[in-house]
């Protein structure tokens, strides 16, 4: 854990062999939160009913019983470890899992949060199965406040993730929102204000459509292009940056995972994406991603793209760009790839099929709608990463003594009264 360190001990702090602290206890983890391994508990005897049953990647099951009191601290033992979970009430802790034993002087929420401030997966061993051994943890020397204190800093933090919650959902709905409208505006089944007054519905092989629409093929109104093949040696540190499938996330260009092939190599122009272009992963290894698609702005413009990737261009590509996470190219994209062939081929991609209205500005307009919901959906995105950032920093400085709350001691606590110990 890192602590603070200067020359000048501050009032309310002393020095200790690893540097300046708080004038906080100085124990091992086993001292205040030891870690027993979960029960058995086989597939095969999982029984409905209330209380869940806690494996190393969380709840995955409910049960009729339960083996410990909540509430409760329970990480990975076996598989998923590094994962810290906090369960309110009684459950079953699975043998993949490993939990706190009692909580001696010490809040259960608290203990969640040192947990996870601990990276608790460094631990881990073992080269196939990742195992955490909990005597390595228990060993550990951490600095730890009075109960109170405790308490103040536990709730500090879980305010800030009923912030972050709450931003999930919110996200999660405005997504609902956006596949609502778009099932309803890109198959014509609700027109926008101005368009198709007195227009009745036809049959056509993509379903039910307005009269006035048309179906036509991406090949009509654009053109797919094929993506670089290029060799290990061609890549380096920085360069000319490959768009792949990593590159795509929710829709939009990520870059977390970047690949960079010299930049003197000639390459061909096709293979140079512009802005506008729509890239579409066409192979891959898992069928989920086959078709997850991104469009090319500004600043990824003049990078290339893979060969597992597709870029299709068209003048009208933010119509079609969410024609392509609508669930009608969905569902023909599962046609073309049968029981066994992850990929698409440009001839498929070609061949795709969009109900298009018949003028641009409908086009335009429906785009516009969804591009507005995309931008609210972006903006709760990047605010409840600045959340997420700030409650890291927030642990940082709250849980090593660094910066101190200023609390009134409460006079009782549920989770401390109801808690193991």
């Known amino acids: ?4 360190n200067n020359n000048q001990v501050p009032e309310g702090y002393k020095k200790i062999e690893v540097g ?6 100085v124990l091992r983890i086993k001292d205040i939160a030891p870690l027993q391994r979960g029960f058995d508990l086989p597939t095969s005897q999982v029984k409905k009913g209330n209380y869940p049953v806690v494996y190393s990647n969380g709840v995955m099951n409910y049960h009729s019983e339960f083996m410990v009191n909540g509430p409760g601290v329970i990480t ?7 994962n810290v979970h906090y369960v309110s009430e009684n459950y079953w802790p699975h043998n993949t899992a490993l939990w706190v034993t009692d909580f001696i002087d010490s809040h259960p929420k608290y203990i969640y949060y040192l947990y996870k401030f601990l990276k608790l997966e460094r631990f881990g061993t073992g080269s196939g199965v990742p195992t955490l051994n909990r005597n390595d943890v228990h060993d550990l020397i951490v600095a730890i406040p009075k109960l109170e204190e405790q308490k103040a800093i536990a709730q500090t933090l879980s305010d800030v993730d009923v912030l972050i919650a709450a931003l999930d959902k919110l996200i999660a709905k405005k997504r609902n929102i956006k596949t609502g409208t778009m099932q309803q505006l890109l198959t014509g089944k609700t027109r926008l ?3 198709g007054e007195g227009k009745g519905y036809k049959k056509t092989e993509v379903g039910v459509i307005p009269e006035d629409w048309e179906v036509v093929t991406l090949g009509n109104i654009g053109q797919s292009l094929i993506g670089l093949t290029y060799k290990p040696e061609n890549i380096r540190n920085y360069g000319t940056l490959v768009l792949r499938s990593s590159n795509v996330k929710d829709n939009n260009l990520i870059y977390n995972d970047n690949v960079y092939i010299d930049d003197k190599l000639s390459l061909p122009s096709r293979v140079i ?41 068209t003048k009208v590509y933010e119509f079609v760009f969410y024609q392509f996470q609508s669930d009608g190219i969905k569902k023909q994209i599962n ?9 698409i081929t ?3 991609l070609n061949a795709f099929q969009i109900p298009v209205p018949p003028s641009e500005q409908e086009q335009q307009a429906i785009a516009q709608v969804l591009s507005d919901i995309n931008t609210e959906i972006t903006a709760l995105e990047k605010r409840r990463t ?4 700030i409650k890291q920093g927030m642990m940082q400085e709250l849980l090593t003594g660094r910066t101190r709350l200023k609390f009134e001691p409460p006079d009782d606590d549920p989770i401390t009264k109801n808690s193991n110990g």
């Open 1 to 4: 854990m890192e602590l603070i």
């Open 20 to 25: 300046v602290i708080p004038d906080w206890k």
């Open 76 to 82: 990975g033992r076996s598989g998923t470890i590094g």
């Open 193 to 195: 204000p101005g368009f």
């Open 273 to 313: 994406v512009e802005e506008g272009d729509i890239l579409v992963c066409v192979r891959n290894g898992s069928r989920q991603l086959i078709g997850k698609c991104a469009l090319i702005d500004s600043i990824a413009a003049g990078s290339a793209f893979g060969a597992f990737m597709s870029v299709f261009r």
């Open 335 to 343: 046609e073309i790839m049968g029981a066994t062939i992850n990929q």
């Open 346 to 348: 440009n001839k498929d």
């Open 386 to 389: 600045k959340t997420q950032a």
